[in-house]
Each structure stands twice: as C-alpha cells, then as structure tokens.
C-alpha cells in the first residue's frame, strides 16, 4: 500500500513539475521585460543565413572597385558602399541605378516613400549582374499593425519583382512598430526577405522593439555624418549587434558641407574631394554608407575611397565638427 502510495505521490510530482515548466516557459515567452540590456545580446536570438555573397572578395572590374562588405549579424553579407534613390525622380531612376552599377556599387537603397521601387528593380533586371551579387534595400511607410504591414511586403515585392529582398527595414518608428516587425520576422522565416532591420529608432524605441521580438534588427539606418557623428549610439547598436548606417552621409550639403574648412584641408592632402573625405569618415569607422547622386562622374567619386586611409590625427579634426545635432529637424 504504501509502494502504491509512493509512486501516486511521485506521479503527482512529476505532473507538478511538468506543468509548472510549461507556464515557466509561456511566461518566458510572453513577458517582454524579462530581457535586460546584457540578456538580450547573449539571448538564442533566431539567425538565418542563406549563404548569399559568402567569403567576398575586394574585386577589380574595369578599373572599378567593387565595394568590399560587412557582415551583418545573421552572417548576410552587405556592402559597406551603397547607391541611395532618395528625391531621384522615376523617370530617370533605372538609368540611375544602371549607371550606379556600371561603375561598381553592388547595394542599391530605395524605399516605398520614395515612389522608385519599380524601377529600382526593372534597373535590377536590366543590368548584366547575376542577382544574387546585388544587394537591394527598400523599407515600410505607413504601416500600423501586423496586417496592413503583411500587405506592405507584398507591395514591395510586387514592385521590385527581384524574387527577394535583401535588408527591409521600418522606415519610422510609427504605428504599432512591434506588430510591424513581427511581419518582417515572419517573412524573414519564409526566405523572402535575407535581412531585416530599423530605421529613424533611437535607444528607448530600440530597446522596446528588442524586448517584444526574437530577431535581433541586422541594421539601424539613421542620419549619420561629420556633424551628426552618432558616436555613443553606434557603441550602443553594436553592444547588441546591429549594424548602423548612415543616411545622408554628405549632410546633404547643409552647413556648407562642401566648403568646410576641416575637410578642405585634409582633401588637399589626399588629393581627394570634401565628398570623399567625408564619406570616407564613416567608412573608416565601419558604417555603412549610402550617398546618392544623379551624376555619373559624381557616383564614380563617391565609391573611390578605398585608396587612402584618414590619420589618427585627421579622424580626431573631424570629430570636433560634430553637433550632436540633427540637420532635418
């Protein structure tokens, strides 16, 4: 009797335990501030590689060079030089883009604000480069749940007509932005979509986002340049493992970018334009770059900066024009 009783009681214990580990587990799920600041970088985050542009190459085509890449936080491959559609008008988009190519940039950043995904992509297909050595960009406008974010993708989709997307990313942080990125997690699992990340978050919308998601954001666009440098909020990304890159990298020449005497100076010195030593800034520094042009002879000089390096003292010259402040706001 008391063997029987012995095993009921340890049945009993078992179920316990069972049951008591499954809410443990739904409660782990469910509960978005269990993650602290150190948890969430060392959490089982979902990764997903599909072994696109591994083990790249510095490549030299027509006296061109092809700009090298980073590796993004799921193993993905990204060029750290890429050609921004930003205001460029659709009628010229695709000969833009073509002539981007042709002189070597390989990511092409577009979005649906910018009403050019169509010939971004119809420029994709035209050009003479195999799909899967471009990388395309482009990112959500007006989004404000899960559903209408579902349909966003598919638009997006629709409209490149490229199989894939490359990097997809949440233009604003507007709307419920959690539910938003959920749909990208989503398609990201599908294969749809090889990256997925943010734009415009800073810290206090970056930390909520990570704390509601399983997907790390591979990228942070934000407005990045000499004198809005982001130095602090890079080191914060990257404490997590997100990639930074910089929108408007030139400051679109406000300030009187191109006539700043810093730059000027340290231009003369390399021989180099006041467009590439500020670019080549945020290079040097590892972010991503994506500085728009409709000019031929423009596009050529902004991706040649790989042959000169800035000094430690040239570095430091530029960081004191840095203001803290945005350009745009």
Sequence with gaps: ?????????????????????????KYIDINPLLFTKKEIKNSNFEKNNLNHNKNPKHEHKNNTVVSPF????????????GFGVYNIPRSITKKCVLDAISVGYRSIDTAQLYGNEKEVGEAVRAS??????????TKLWGCHGYF???????????????EYIDLLLIHEPTGNFVEIYRALEDYYRRGKLRSIGISNFNEEEYLKLLNNSKIIPQV????????????????????YGTQMEAWSPLASGDKKFFQNAVLGEIAKKHNKSIAQIGLRFLYQQNIIIIPKSTKIERMKENINILDFELTDDEMESIRKLDTGKSLFM
């Design 128 to 137: 003479n480069v195999p799909r899967n050595e471009l990388f395309i960009t």
């Design 220 to 239: 942070n666009q934000v407005e990045t340049h000499v004198f809005m440098q982001q130095k602090t909020f890079k080191t914060f990304l990257e404490n």
């Design 148 to 162: 209408d974010a579902i349909n966003s993708i598919e638009t997006s989709l629709k409209h490149l007509d490229i």
């Design 70 to 81: 980073i590796t993004l936080n799921n193993g993905v491959q990204m060029p750290r030089i």
């Design 1 to 25: 009797m008391s063997f029987l009783f012995f095993n009921r009681k340890l049945i009993y214990s078992v179920f316990f335990i069972f049951i008591t580990l499954l809410a443990l587990k």
